[in-house]
């Protein structure tokens, strides 16, 4: 009993590090997170089994079946205008950016936060902008694989200040955000504390 309470505590406070860590950041929006949480829960739920055991795949899962493995993508060639638009159709906020060609090789990702930091702010033409000039690129870029621990892509996200991370497997398999770092996080909190209450009842032998 004491052991569970005592990983509840430890998870617990590292989630709350590092959401306030990334909440320091300058366009970090709070209400845009937490309303996009509030009205995207996870759908199929993962099943309890301690946030030490869960990795970036089964992140991948609870983005629900149209979701999960789907990546959505443009070209370093591409407009911005038209990438702003792919993420608009899809209702993402990034891109994996791919090189030119029939392979499909990573060059970067961009983010609508690039959109807004330097094309917005900069007041440059979208249409004229190529998303090579704004993307962050493969020398930079920060990615996970699929075993990855759900607590270390938490800490990388809150460490590099990003808030979308592609997982490679060798081949692009998806990406994952805060968002759904979060919510997974929520739950499994949340079905730990049922478990405690339950336990407390006496509604476990």
């Known amino acids: 009993m004491q052991g569970i309470a005592k990983a509840i505590g430890i998870h617990g406070n590292r989630l709350k590090k590092a959401v306030l860590q ?4 300058d366009n970090f929006s709070w209400v845009h997170l937490m309303t996009r949480f509030q009205t995207d829960l996870p759908n199929p739920r993962l099943p309890h089994k301690g946030l030490e055991n869960i990795t970036v795949a089964e992140i991948l899962k609870v983005k ?3 979701e999960a493995g789907s990546v959505y993508w443009c070209r370093t060639s591409d ?3 038209n990438a702003v638009q792919h993420m608009t159709e899809h209702n993402v906020g990034a891109l994996v950016v791919l090189k030119p060609g029939d392979e499909k090789i990573v060059a970067g ?3 609508e936060r690039d959109y807004l930091k330097k094309i917005v702010i900069e007041d440059r033409p979208s249409k004229e902008t190529h998303v090579s000039e704004i993307m962050t690129d493969e020398n930079k870029l920060v990615t996970v694989n699929s075993d990855t621990n759900i ?3 938490m800490e990388l996200i809150a460490d590099k200040h990003i808030r979308h991370v592609p997982v490679i497997d060798k081949r692009v ?3 994952i955000s805060i968002v759904d770092v979060v919510k997974v996080i929520v739950d499994q909190q949340n079905q730990e ?3 405690l209450n339950d336990f407390i009842r006496g509604e476990y032998y």
């Open 22 to 25: 990334h909440m320091s950041t």
């Open 64 to 66: 629900g079946k149209d």
């Open 79 to 81: 407009t911005v205008f």
């Open 109 to 111: 990702i961009v983010t």
């Open 151 to 153: 607590l270390k892509a």
């Open 173 to 175: 398999v998806g990406v």
């Open 193 to 195: 504390v049922k478990r």
